[in-house]
């Protein structure tokens, strides 16, 4: 297959005709306009002399340009081919004609194959007498950078030509997938179709393209947001691939705003105005980091693995293949299913009833499979078993429950009748559950959080009230309190809080030793011990060392701050949405596993350096409030600090 006959000189011909060359193929490039031919060859020229400066071009590029060739007669072209590439307008019309004249001047044995994102292979066949070598060959835009295509079934392709083309596509050097069956949009364009309607959704219910696409740059991890890439590809062919597909039976609600963008002529960055505005041929819109929390990423990408789920029940595509043709397809970081499997099959599932339910939209009908894997406790790594299979281990250590999540751990404080307060086994339980992680090597970071409307509402009342004289208390820090501090200022792996609801007391100072505190918008803190007649041992030793002065206002008053409040002074470092908070936390994990495990033992070893600086100070804090354990003024204070804090919960 030395010669290759490429029809259509557009955007996407060009670049596949350079690929070829590229690739040692001689290349007929073939267009019904010489203008059409001469502005695909300057392009070709400016990207070869791109490459060459760069370095990685290993020949002339003259010698590379003598290897591609134009004409307009495809008639002529078509006689001396070995393989076709079709890359001409998105029209069934249109492309029936040009096979008609492929076939009737190829040779017998040639294949034809079409670079369509959206019209049925067997369609474009049938305008031949040889249906068994048309093929479905759909490269990406831009073809030199993205090495991924989609080889798509036709009902009457042949064994022989799938396995033919798929040798053509690996000796031009693109991976590929393949795609059994002939359904509309195949499986990039079905995928990314149900993420561009969503994005479209969230618009039209208010939200900013800029908040759609920070929750998809820097939450979800991809390269580009939603709304750039249909900028990039142009609003005008996301529209017409749209409603291709809704022709085709494909189960989408059209937007309108789309439609009156292709009206206006907001055609993306080639008119230099779509969703964004453009300077240059390559601008790049500016998306704030700041908006990523505005929008739910489960809404983005649930409509997307719903799809996926289909694909696979119907035996359309592989898994696997889902995987590759997004990551290599479109630049995802990971797979759609093993995100899916990150946030929860159950997290996915319930955005999916929700969005059913508001809008009453056929195409939100959850798959059967989807609904299979949640019946049957496949929930992902929180459950060992999702598409993939995750290492999962579940142990209780009285009221702390220890989950281990393939390669991080789920830590949730279990006493949401007392609001997690921490009585000895809860201070117990959670120092042997951060040890167990420690030892593991699996685990890349721990994330904590307590079950219920709080985080950890202090230390038990019950049982510092039980305290009658000085060793009483100091026997409990010594044996129970202690270690848990003593194993977090040591503590050499990530330790996430994810903070849902009250922190006051024990359960807001230990937020000083985690390393990223997420709070939810209804989290709040106090340390309210100076009512009592005691003192927050380490709120006011390394939590002023570390904030500053204006702790101490909040130690000496005992006033309760909100999350925004918590942010400012520097003890909480995001916070979102209350139903985002358990995602937000296994982002984060994905984000430091990232790091290599050497640098990030590193970066905690210096922290640790930093914190035994205050050991002393904490020291003479444990010391302090042990002291007043015995006298009058703790025991009236605590007492009236009860009575208060169960009229105030109970008027809640």
Known sequence: MKNVVVVGAGTMGHGIAEVCALAGREVTLVDIKDEFLE????????????????????????????????????????????????????????????????????????????????????????????????????????????????????????????????????SIGMDYVVVE?????????????????????????????????????YRLGLPMGIFEVIDFSGVDVVYYVMNEVIKRGVKIKPSKIIEEMVKGGRLGMKTGRGFYEYKGIYGRAKVPKSLAYNVNPLRIIAPAVNEAAWLIRNGIASKEDVEKAMMLGMSYPRGLLEMADDYGIDAILKTLEARKSETGLEEYEIDPLLKEMVDTNRLGKKSGEGFYKWKYEKVEFGPVIYEKRHNYAMITMNRPDKLNALNEDMWIGLNRALLKAEEDKDVRAVVITGKGRAFCAGDDIAVMGSWKKFTDGKEFFEKVASPLVETLMSYTKPVISLVNGYAFGGGMELNLLFDIVIASEEASFAVPEGLIGALPPIASTVGIALLGRKLARYCLTGEQMDAEEAMRLGLVDIIVPADQIEIAGIEYVDKVSCLAPLSTKAIKESMRSLRKIFKASLDTGMHEIIELIPTEDFREGMAAFVQKRRARWKGE
């Open 39 to 170: 502005k695909a060859m300057q392009k070709i020229e400016w990207s070869l002399r791109k490459l060459s400066e760069k370095g990685r071009l290993k020949e002339r590029v003259e010698d590379v340009l003598g290897r591609i060739k134009t004409t307009k007669n495809l008639a002529e072209a078509a006689k001396s081919a070995d393989f076709v590439i079709e890359a001409v307008v998105e029209n069934t019309d249109v492309k029936r004609e040009v096979f008609k004249t492929l076939d009737e001047n190829c040779r017998e044995d040639v294949i034809l194959s079409t670079n369509t994102s959206t019209i049925p292979i067997t369609d474009i066949a049938s305008a031949t007498s040889r249906q068994d070598k048309v093929i479905g060959l759909h490269f990406f835009n831009p073809p030199m950078l993205i090495k991924l295509v989609e080889i798509i079934k036709g009902e009457k392709m042949s064994d022989e030509t799938l396995r033919r083309t798929v040798e053509f596509a690996k």
């Open 181 to 217: 069956k002939d359904v509309p949009g195949f499986l990039v364009n079905r995928i990314n179709l149900r993420v561009f309607t969503e994005a479209l959704r969230l618009v039209e219910e208010g939200h900013k393209p800029e908040e759609v696409d920070a929750a998809a740059r």
